[in-house]
């Protein structure tokens, strides 16, 4: 059985710093491409990041160029989103994706970005 377990949301003040984490089971996570995704209230599911099989390429939305970084460690099974200089637009409820053949959904984590 394929999981994907999102931790790491909270509560935030604007400025401030987030780590979310990704532990994968059920697949080899070296042969995927990684990413995080978000949906606020009324919004679509949009993509943050991605990490490619092997982590030699990112791409990230514009919105958090240069505020955000996903890294990968495969041997932990885990993919990681780095948010920093958060804003309160980047509340949402952020999602890990994992791609290859098939692809598969965490259960998302709230992050909240308020004073």
């Known amino acids: 059985q394929v999981q994907l377990v999102e931790s790491g949301g909270g509560l935030v003040q604007p400025g401030g710093s987030l780590k979310l984490a990704c532990i994968t089971s059920?697949?080899?996570?070296?042969?995927?491409?990684m990413g995080w995704y978000r949906q606020a209230p009324g919004g679509q599911r949009d993509v943050v990041a991605s990490?490619?099989?092997?982590?030699?390429?990112?791409d990230y939305a514009e919105s958090v160029k240069g505020r955000f970084a996903i890294s990968r460690a495969d041997a932990k099974n885990t993919v990681y989103l780095q948010m920093n200089s958060l804003k309160p637009e980047d509340t949402a409820v952020y999602y890990c994706?994992?791609?290859?053949?098939?692809?598969?959904w965490g259960q998302g984590t709230q992050v909240t970005v308020s004073s």
């Open positions: 059920g697949i080899t996570i070296s042969r995927y491409t």
């Open positions: 994706h994992a791609q290859f053949i098939n692809d598969f």
């Open positions: 990490i490619s099989s092997g982590g030699r390429r990112t």
